[in-house]
């Protein structure tokens, strides 16, 4: 049995990332998970956040993804993103932009529940990455 977890992150448009790593850390829907090589079988949901590809014990890869779907096998991780943007591709000036806007659309929202609880989350996950690009 191979040491590393073999990882694909699908957007889309694209295959974003194939690669093989020692951990891949995903934000799942009732929390961050971590998966390693011979991982339990399983499916989630992803939250917003981001996906960190371990090299060693250092990250090599930062994903941030808006959401999606994640299916982990003992040998593979996949992971299909309803948006992904790699960590060195963030402009914090369209960014920062794209947060006002969100928090000016979440606003004037009418209060439609779920509309509103979607809204909130992608706000988060735009702070999120600005939040982590600022400190990186």
Not at 2 to 29: H, T
Not at 31 to 40: E, I, N, R, S, Y
Not at 41 to 63: F, H, N, T
């Amino acid at each position: 049995m191979a040491d590393r977890i073999a990882f694909e992150l699908v957007s889309p448009e694209r295959l974003l990332l194939s690669v093989e790593a020692d951990m891949v850390v995903v934000p799942g829907a009732e929390g961050d998970f971590a998966v390693l090589v011979g991982h339990q079988p399983m499916i989630s949901l992803l939250r917003p956040g981001s996906i960190d590809v371990y090299d060693g014990d250092k990250i090599a890869e930062r994903v941030f993804v808006a959401g999606g779907f994640v299916e982990v096998t003992g040998e593979k991780l996949v992971v299909l993103a309803e948006e992904a943007t790699a960590f060195r591709d963030v402009d914090r000036a369209a960014l920062a932009e794209r947060i006002a806007a969100a928090r000016k659309a979440l606003e004037e929202m009418p209060d439609h529940e779920h509309k509103r609880t979607a809204a909130e989350e992608f706000l988060i996950y735009l702070e999120h990455m600005y939040e982590v690009s600022h400190v990186n």
